[in-house]
């Protein structure tokens, strides 16, 4: 299968704690971007980061990308409940394709 | 801000009917693209337009066609829908650049076939 991987599959964290998930890939990229998705919606784009950054912040959100493991992580800090949702990751490798990963479902307790 | 519209949120076929969905872009998009997503496989491209009446095949075009007649509007065809056509389908467009800029998401269509 082309398509990414991201662990874990379904996280559930406390209001005020930090979410981490983890995205692995499998050939060389461009750039990867995150991606957020509220329940039975359409996708909405969060960060991207591209091969030759190693870390990138926006807001709470902060991603890593190590190339040399195909990986990258996206920490959400301070969660809020309004993050409950399902994050994706996609990379793009130079043609027209991103490679979506599978996704992450996160639920923030309040 | 970038608009995608797609004309159904749900939708509901039988079997064999010709289904068509469609999506609308508002920012001159060059790229659009059609993916279908269930659970557990992530998004996968069904079809991609780089321009007026081009169009690549994805991963899982079979039982699907495209159009693109105006830049604005990527239409996805059903020929004869089956039951395992039943999915969320999400149309998306973005700049043409190589460099694989942010993709911008319609709200997607839930597509039930009987």
Known sequence: SQQGEEDPQALSIQEGENATMNCSYKTSINNLQWYRQNSGRGLVHLILIRSNEREKHSGRLRVTLDTSKKSSSLLITASRAADTASYFCASHSGTYKYIFGTGTRLKVLA | ?114
């Not at chain 2, 509901?12 to 872009?25: D, H, M, P, S, W």
């Not at chain 2, 059609?34 to 009446?53: A, E, T």
């Open chain 2, 1 to 114: 801000d970038v608009k995608v519209t797609q004309s159904s949120r749900y939708l509901v076929k039988r079997t064999g009917e010709k289904v068509f969905l469609e999506c609308v872009q508002d920012m001159d998009h060059e790229n659009m693209f059609w993916y279908r997503q269930d659970p557990g496989l992530g998004l996968r491209l069904i079809y991609f337009s780089y321009d007026v009446k081009m169009k690549e095949k994805g991963d899982i075009p079979e039982g699907y066609s495209v159009s693109r007649e105006k830049k604005e509007r990527f239409s996805l065809i059903l020929e004869s829908a089956s039951t395992n056509q039943t999915s969320m389908y999400l149309c998306a467009s973005s700049l043409r650049t190589s460099r694989g800029g942010e993709q911008f998401f319609g709200p997607g269509t839930r597509l039930t076939v009987l």
